[in-house]
């Protein structure tokens, strides 16, 4: 069964970039869609962007300017990196699976809290 | 891209059927058969219900089924339950140009 663990600092100060890494168990990095989806406090989801194993990545548009994201097949990590934070960026982040470029997100991380506060 | 419009909540008694609403556009809902559902309870993570419009994953009750009409997208919960109490969101692809998926406003499902 396939496992998804998000990891990072829970607490970043303004203007600073978030970074967090999602740890994938029970299956190889490799084939498919690797995606991070963020849920504010009492909100909705919006969908940050994937990359593939391959390294091509798609970014929402709204975010593009201040996201990466890489992978590292060797660790079956791959990596979020958003710059520039603000209050507005705090938010329950969660790395999740995708089988392709439209499929579904089969299978979720647990989320991480990120709190962006001085 | 905007978010998928759902009615903020939508409550029925135990062994009811409810419906929920997803009204998208011509350039994501409308465009693709390529709407999910996912379920979620409180300090969890989603959980995909139904694919694809109306295909369930291994594991979910058919009690789960969805629908897709012109821009909007249902999900239909039937012989409602008390662990169907939850938050409910539709996700549709928008197309590779732009925000790839497009996430619903979410639905507070209350079991009376």
């Known amino acids: 069964q396939v496992q998804l663990q998000e990891s990072g600092p829970g607490l970043v100060k303004p203007s600073e970039t978030l970074s967090l890494t999602c740890t994938v168990s029970?299956?190889?990095?490799?084939?498919?869609?690797w995606n991070w989806i963020r849920q504010p406090p009492g909100k909705g989801l919006e969908w940050i962007g994937y990359?593939?194993?391959?390294?091509?990545?798609n970014y929402n548009p709204s975010l593009k300017s201040r996201v990466t994201i890489s992978i590292d097949t060797s660790k079956n990590q791959f990596s979020l990196e958003l710059s520039s934070v603000t209050a507005a960026d705090t938010a329950v982040y969660y790395c999740?699976?995708?089988?392709?470029?439209?499929?579904?997100?089969?299978?979720w991380g647990q989320g991480t809290l990120v709190t962006v506060s001085s | 891209q905007s978010a998928l419009t759902q009615p903020a909540s939508v409550s029925g008694s135990p062994g009811q059927s409810i419906t929920i609403s997803c009204t998208g556009t011509?350039?994501?809902?409308?465009?693709?058969?390529?709407v999910s559902w996912y379920q979620q309870h409180p300090g969890k993570a989603p959980k995909l219900m139904i694919y694809?419009?109306?295909k369930r994953p291994s594991g979910v009750s058919n009690r789960f089924s969805g629908s897709k009409s012109g821009n909007t997208a249902s999900l239909t919960i039937s012989g409602l339950q008390a662990e169907d109490e939850a938050d409910y969101y539709c996700?549709?692809?928008?197309?590779?140009?732009?925000?790839?998926?497009?996430f619903g406003t979410g639905t507070k499902v209350t079991v009376l």
């Open positions: 990359i593939y194993y391959s390294g091509s990545t």
């Open positions: 694809e419009g109306s």
């Open positions: 996700c549709s692809y928008a197309g590779s140009s732009t925000s790839v998926y497009v």
């Open positions: 029970g299956g190889s990095i490799s084939s498919y869609y």
């Open positions: 011509s350039s994501d809902v409308g465009s693709y058969n390529l």
């Open positions: 999740a699976r995708a089988g392709g470029y439209s499929s579904p997100l089969g299978y």
